[in-house]
């Protein structure tokens, strides 16, 4: 046998190595002494239990998106490695997490946001621009923990021309009103203001009352897919609004009971803040069981005991108006300690009120008049609302990431504003708005709501008797109506048809349906509220909560003037005397709010007052401004009118139970 060389063992090694290096899978293996091919070696099987790596998967990076980017540039900033755009210099800074002041303190910021906050000069970097804040207090942005921006009859871009000035510079906004009327494009709507640069943020909570009862069809319905779909689809949407149909909640045989549990569900289901409405819940055995189904707020307190005893069960107090000054002394009496589970809101207010009241800046005020700290006074209504909506990493302190919203105050216990800075820019200065307000061509799902379906006449509201009747018993209805029974009256009857008793108070009340066009409607005889100047009426598109039009009268062909101008004007309220028309204001925006100037608006409301004032007015010396709820369909109310609906032709409901009642008999 001849034995290979030396060099012979060389050349086949290298030959193998090349082979190997390669990456030949292809070729055979090789003897690395003789050369010659061999069979491949059985692979030995891994021990028992031993981890066998896969392939290595390629991964590809994620693309940031557009507030990941942000940070990274405030990190930048931060670090004196990246210009700022402004600094707020020199103030006495609020620390809303430590209920602090920290004096002659720089504020910089990028672009709508805050990068560094601390001792003035120790930030090293470059800024554009430098703003001198020495002897005055820098206050967060005020929030709205529960606000109806609906209520202010602006729409949401002319909403910030109105608030800012006053402090607001984000809301959460109860979204009830306008998913009543256009469901599926309500989180649209919010958030269209932002996207052509208004700087009030609003953050949509979804309307449990959409519809407010299982008795009513609207515009929207929102059941668990509804609500689901959108709180994943916008990280500003907070949750679920006040939830405030209580029969339904707590009776499982109620008709809105899957409706409003799946809601419920949904919401808890995508991490998202359940908000409560718990009007006429104080008993301590009520007020434990709407904390048990997880609602986490309410801003329907009356009484300051009512108040305690839902603070102590854990609910987040919303507190407004009376309600600060009867319940701020009671919580200093009892020694309150921590003072993070309230907040302070406007609810309800039109922009008229809101001109001579305030807002926000006028409830801070009363809360520090009625014994707050001062400190908490102004946490109540920046930080613990933010923390409440789960959106404390955006809004609500003066603390790097959140956007820059500066209130900068010369007096805190009058809440005395000089300027405020809204993301990053200064937006009002002694009470005036300093930015545009962006013009908006809102759709016709916004414009295009009031559809009657045709003119209505005297005849449409006439209410007749049954055959023969010379009298009639006949339904009542009030407003913010609670008894268990329905209100009834003797009324006397005209060529068949029922007639009104104005010698006791007695008028006319007709809700018609906005959404479907084939002009249907509910009436029933009304009192306690409503003209008693004959051949008058007034009638509003804005009716809590469902918002068809509502129109309250002496005569059937004042009422129907009234109405038929609603749809003319595309919504909006409307007051008739002798017949005529003597004041409206326009709501174009889904017959809830109008896109016009503050001052505009302010002033036709105002005029609708002042000619209100001029009729004589049933339970009220003028214009009755409650007329926007005098229909409310939620609890603690029980007989209501609604639109008529298969099974029940009057429209007359017990809310509690569904019973039914007829308007004459």
Known sequence: MIKPTLAARLSALMMAVAVAAAGVASAAPVD???????????????????????????????????????????????????????????????????????????????????????????????????????????????????????????????????????????????????????????????????????????????????????????????????????????????????????????????????????????????????????????????????????????????????????????????????????????????????????????????????????????????????????????????????????????????????YADVVLVSSLKEVAIKEVFANGQLAAKDGKYLLPVPKIAWPAWATDTIHVGRKLTAKDFEILAPAGKTTVTAAIQAPFYTEPEQKTATLPVVDGVVQRDPAHDIVKVAIIDRYTGKAKLGKMFFTDMGPKTPNSAVATSVSHDLHNITVIGSSDEAMAVAVNRISEINGGLVLVKDGKVTADIRLEIGGLMTSRPVADAAASMENLYNKGDELEWIGSPGFPRRVLFAMITCSPFTWRLVVPYPGNPSGLVLLQTGETKPIVW
């Open 32 to 402: 690395p002494v003789t050369g010659a091919a061999v069979a491949p070696a059985a692979p030995t099987p891994p021990p028992a239990g031993a981890h066998v790596p896969t392939a290595t998967k390629v991964i590809h990076p994620v693309a940031f998106n557009e507030e990941t980017k942000i940070r990274q540039s405030l990190v930048q900033v931060a670090l004196a490695r990246e210009a700022a755009d402004l600094i707020i210099r020199g103030a006495n800074v609020l620390n809303v997490f430590t209920l602090m002041w920290m004096p002659d303190t720089d504020i910089v910021v990028k672009g709508k946001r805050i990068a560094w906050v601390g001792p003035t000069g120790q930030w090293k970097g470059q800024a554009g621009n430098i703003v001198d804040a020495k002897g005055l207090y820098a206050v967060p942005g005020f929030g709205e923990s529960h606000k109806h921006i609906e209520s202010s009859l602006l729409s949401p871009e002319w909403e910030a021309a109105l608030v800012i000035p006053m402090g607001n510079t984000w809301t959460s906004e109860g979204s009830h009103e306008f998913s009543n009327v256009s469901g599926p494009h309500n989180v649209e709507f919010w958030l269209t203001p932002e996207k052509h640069g208004s700087p009030l943020k609003i953050f949509p909570a979804l309307g449990s009352a959409t519809p407010p009862s299982a008795f009513e069809v609207g515009g929207g319905n929102y059941a668990y897919h509804e609500v689901a779909e959108n709180i994943k689809g916008s990280l500003e949407v907070q949750g679920l609004d006040e939830v405030m149909d209580w029969p339904a909640v707590s009776v499982p045989s109620h008709p809105g009971y899957q409706r409003i549990w799946e809601d419920i569900q949904a919401t808890r289901d995508n991490r998202g803040v359940i908000d409560g409405h718990g009007s006429g819940l104080r008993d301590q055995d009520r007020i434990n069981a709407f904390a048990a189904v997880g609602l986490t707020s309410d801003h329907e307190t009356r009484v300051a005991e009512e108040a305690w005893l839902k603070l102590q069960a854990g609910l987040f107090l919303q507190l407004r108006d009376d309600n600060i000054e009867k319940a701020v002394p009671l919580f200093v009496k009892n020694g309150l300690k921590e003072w993070d589970n309230i907040s302070l809101v406007t609810d309800d207010r039109n922009v008229a009120d809101s001109l001579k009241q305030g807002t926000m800046n006028t409830h801070i005020a009363l809360a520090i008049k009625m014994g707050a700290p001062v400190e908490a006074a102004y946490a109540m209504a920046s930080l613990y609302p933010a923390r409440h909506a789960h959106m404390d990493s955006l809004v609500g302190s003066i603390a790097p990431g959140r």
